[in-house]
């Protein structure tokens, strides 16, 4: 054996960010040489993910010892945008972000502090924490317009049914497909979604090709061709946004066709009368017409899926960034709900934390189950949105993005002066309109950032940067559905921490009664996980960091029968007429509607014809690539070379159109602006869209002022607005439906760059 193969030990740990960055919670085994890791591998006996994993997680260690990246903290020396940081310590770091914030503090209240965050990773509990140990009820996604993102989803689920549902790929069980009571799919619907690129919302994409292995079928609904478009039995082409619609045309054709299962409807559904008269308004005609789907493939798909029991759906973000996206969520869970789907082996299951423990507060009762019965009141008196909507303020904890970016810019109705920002690119990546947010965070007197490189959002205005371990350096623990999981550390780099250090640190120093309840983050976990029994070093050291349960509310199936989904034990679900709510009561109580229905898109063909004639293509962007996790990733060598440029990807008829040819720099714009991009042919592409990957800012450029990495050349959310939020509000984020048009560049036009706004920070 040579040398490089010799290892001093191999440490197992849950690959849970930053590193892939990933959803996913995958076992991996860390092998570590001279207090390096110096080779990762997938977990073989994980029943996460059978020892595979993924270009990312196999990068991981030039992403751990990348020369760039950030190992101690660092205080801005020079203006914003000057890109002069100084080393300081630890110490000097907490004091003056203690300092700071307590000031801002007496001066304009908590609320003028709002704490940042980018999608799920283990650090949701973490900030939330100490959001609410400050004293603050802004926790917020900053710039995801609309919470677009499995917020609208979530909440359409526990609203209709009392729980969020996942297509059933036997994750609840050590044996997976080979557990008894597990069925396979007889068809999964993919329903905007690309599961192996992804690996989305704790659900693994390959478990997808695992059923297909046994037998599984496909229906996909997409409007680009994918590796499961091209392997379905039915695949609906459909237009962007337009979801909504194909789901109410969906539940049309089952009530109409007695698709449905009448038992389950007649003894745990409500509404169904309502929801029937509703559906009428979708005969197959204007479905095929709004959505561009032929009416036969739309009946024959429908078919499939509702008379071959038991099958699923997995569904994807698109969803969310519809208009009105919790309403298309809602529908789309209904047709579940009506064909006998719901919580039965091989359909979509109910899916609850593993032992019900919960880090990352999901909906209300969790944030209370955290944080105290008094926590929704304590929060809804100031969090951003909360007054607006009702839906908002009685689900999660989330204040309202777009709502919350005007706030952060006209101070009103209070001012907003600091951000905490933590696990989240806003300028490279996750917020829609970029000019506004940057003028936001401008406008603040004082910004942390808690991550592992610069990027554009670190460069442009941060004025301390605090270094994050990723998940091969730290401690944390995992109960996104199941199973209990740990993250164990094998190595430490530089003098970076975990989230939960930082926060927890910070949040001492806020409330000092912390110090004394939690004096290491050991033992807040075994606080989390004790009543079970587990303790992390138990987790670790008996059960291979992960455990299943094998009974009890969180393990399926028809727990609707016996009582284990709610609260009061009583058979039905957690809903207030205790069944499946086709009609919602809760919406009607949030006064919105209680069916779902349709909406176009702000921008189409359709609701805007003057605008689409200038920007005829409708422009889809975000599609996952492997290779990438958002704005990540762009620095990592063998990640890099595999998808070197910005690119959108264009049917070539109409490039043939247009006289554009492949591979050359085009711009994609409209009346927003416009970004640089290598034109890519795709026969994958609908002629009517192109796809457009996000999170384009390139490292290796100039990260000062006005540089910025060239985010303001190639990241495509100047061109996404925001303010298109559902009635819910959540939802909506125009990311997958802004009109565009291609141009060829001439050789005089600048690249854009930043406007110049007012920095409200003090120099420090
Ligand atoms: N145009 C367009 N824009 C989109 C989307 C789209 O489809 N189209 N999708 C949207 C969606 S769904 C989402 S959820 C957002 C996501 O947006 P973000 O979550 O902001 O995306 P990332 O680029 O991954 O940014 C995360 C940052 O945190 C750092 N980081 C990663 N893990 C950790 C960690 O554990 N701790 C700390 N402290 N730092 C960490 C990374 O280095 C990176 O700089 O983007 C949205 N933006
Ligand atoms: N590698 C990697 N993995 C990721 C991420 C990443 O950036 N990189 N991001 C993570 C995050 S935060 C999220 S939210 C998930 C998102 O992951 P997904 O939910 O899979 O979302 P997308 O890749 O945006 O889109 C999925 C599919 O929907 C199609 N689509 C686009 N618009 C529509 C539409 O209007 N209707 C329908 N029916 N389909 C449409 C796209 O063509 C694409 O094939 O991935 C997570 N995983
Ligand atoms: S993207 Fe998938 S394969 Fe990669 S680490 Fe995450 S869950 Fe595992
Ligand atoms: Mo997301």
Redesign the pocket.
């Known amino acids: 054996m040579c040398d490089k193969y010799k290892f001093d030990n191999v440490v197992r740990s849950t690959a849970w960010?930053?590193g892939p960055?990933c959803h996913g919670g995958c076992g991996v085994k860390l092998y570590v040489k001279d207090n390096k890791v110096v080779r990762v591998e997938g977990d073989e006996e994980h029943p996460f993910n059978h020892g595979r994993s993924c270009p990312r997680m196999m990068a991981l260690t030039q992403y751990m010892y990348h020369p760039e990246r950030f190992l101690y903290p660092l205080k801005r020396v020079g203006k914003r945008g000057e890109g002069k940081f100084e080393r300081i310590s630890w110490d000097e770091a907490f004091d003056t972000i203690e300092q700071r914030f307590n000031e801002i503090k007496e001066k304009y209240g908590p609320e003028a502090v709002i704490f940042a965050q980018?999608?799920g990773?283990?650090?949701g509990g973490a900030i939330s924490f100490l959001c609410y140990s400050f004293g603050s009820p802004n926790w917020v996604?900053l710039g995801?317009s609309g919470q677009?993102?499995y917020t609208p989803r979530l909440g359409a689920m526990t609203m209709v049914q009392g729980a969020p549902c996942v297509a059933d790929c036997g994750q609840f069980f050590e044996k997976r497909y080979d557990d008894e009571r597990y069925q396979l799919p007889k068809y999964i619907v993919i329903w905007g979604q690309d599961p192996s690129a992804g690996c989305p919302d704790a659900f693994m994409g390959a478990w997808v090709v695992d059923c297909m292995k046994r037998g599984t079928k496909l229906i996909c609904i997409d409007p680009r061709n994918t590796f499961y478009t091209s392997r379905a039995e039915h695949f609906l082409q459909i237009r962007p946004g337009t979801d909504g619609a194909l789901a109410m045309g969906m539940l049309n054709l089952i009530i109409e066709n007695k698709w449905y299962d009448a038992e389950f409807v007649e003894k745990w559904c409500h509404g169904f009368e309502e929801l029937a008269e509703r559906c009428k308004e979708y005969p197959l005609q204007k479905v095929s017409q709004i959505t561009g789907i032929p009416q036969e493939d739309i009946f024959a798909a429908t078919k499939a899926y509702a008379t071959n029991n038991p099958s699923s759906i997995h569904w994807g973000?698109p969803i969310d960034?519809c208009p009105e996206g919790t309403t298309v969520a809602q529908a789309i869970s209904l047709l579940w709900c009506l064909t006998g789907n719901l919580d039965v082996p091989g359909g979509n299951v109910i899916a609850r934390p593993a032992f019900l423990i919960t880090t990352y507060p999901y909906d209300t009762q969790q944030m209370k189950d955290l944080y105290g019965e008094g926590i929704m009141d304590f929060i809804n008196t100031k969090r951003a949105g909360a007054d607006q909507y009702k839906y908002l303020a009685n689900f999660r904890g989330w204040a309202q993005p777009d709502l919350m970016v005007q706030q952060m810019i006209y101070g009103k109705p209070y001012p907003i002066k600091a951000a905490w920002i933590?696990?989240?690119?806003?300028l490279?990546?996750?917020a829609?309109d970029l000019n506004k947010h940057y003028e936001a965070l401008m406008n603040m007197e004082f910004n942390v950032v808690?991550?592992?490189?610069h990027?554009p959002?670190t460069m442009a205005v941060a004025d301390i940067i605090l270094p994050?371990a990723t998940f091969a350096e730290k401690e944390s623990f995992r109960t996104w559905y199941t199973p209990l999981q740990i993250i164990n550390p094998a190595v430490q780099v530089g003098e970076c921490k975990s989230?939960w250090e930082i926060n927890l640190e910070l949040a001492r120093r806020f409330n000092p009664s912390i110090r004394e309840k939690y004096p290491t983050f050991q033992h807040l976990v075994n606080e989390r996980i004790g009543a079970h029994g587990f303790t992390y070093q138990k987790l670790r050291d008996e059960h291979n960091g992960w455990v299943y349960p094998t009974e009890g509310p969180s393990v399926p199936y028809k727990r609707y029968e016996t009582g284990l989904l709610r609260r009061d034990g009583k058979p039905g679900f957690e809903t207030p007429t205790g069944k499946v709510e086709l009609w919602s009561t809760r919406h009607e109580e949030f006064d919105i509607d209680p069916l779902p229905f349709y909406k176009e898109p702000p921008e189409s063909e359709l609701a805007t014809p003057e605008l689409f004639k200038e920007y005829p293509l409708v422009m889809v962007?975000?599609k996952r690539s492997p290779l990438y996790?958002?704005?990540?990733h762009r620095n990592i060598p063998w990640l890099r070379s595999k998808d070197p440029y910005p690119k959108v990807e264009v049917n070539p008829k109409v490039l043939k159109e247009l006289g554009i040819s492949d591979g050359e720099w085009v711009w994609v714009e409209n009346q927003r602006g416009k970004v640089l991009r290598k034109v890519k042919a795709s026969i994958a592409m609908d002629e009517k869209c192109v796809s457009?990957p996000?999170?384009w800012w390139l490292p290796e450029e100039k990260g000062t002022y006005p540089d910025f990495f060239k985010a303001w050349t190639h990241n495509?959310?100047l061109l996404?607005p925001v303010g298109n939020q559902s009635s819910s509000g959540y939802g909506g984020g125009a990311?997958?439906t802004t009109l565009c048009r291609l141009r060829k560049v001439s050789p005089d036009e600048m690249p854009m760059l930043p406007p110049e706004v007012h920095d409200g920070a003090k120099e420090f």
């Open positions: 960010s930053p960055g980018g999608t990773r283990d650090i996604q995801l677009s993102c973000v960034m933590q696990t989240t690119n806003v490279g990546g996750q829609a808690v991550d592992t490189f990027n959002t994050a989230d962007t975000g996790f958002h704005a990540e457009v996000h999170g495509c959310n996404v990311y997958k």
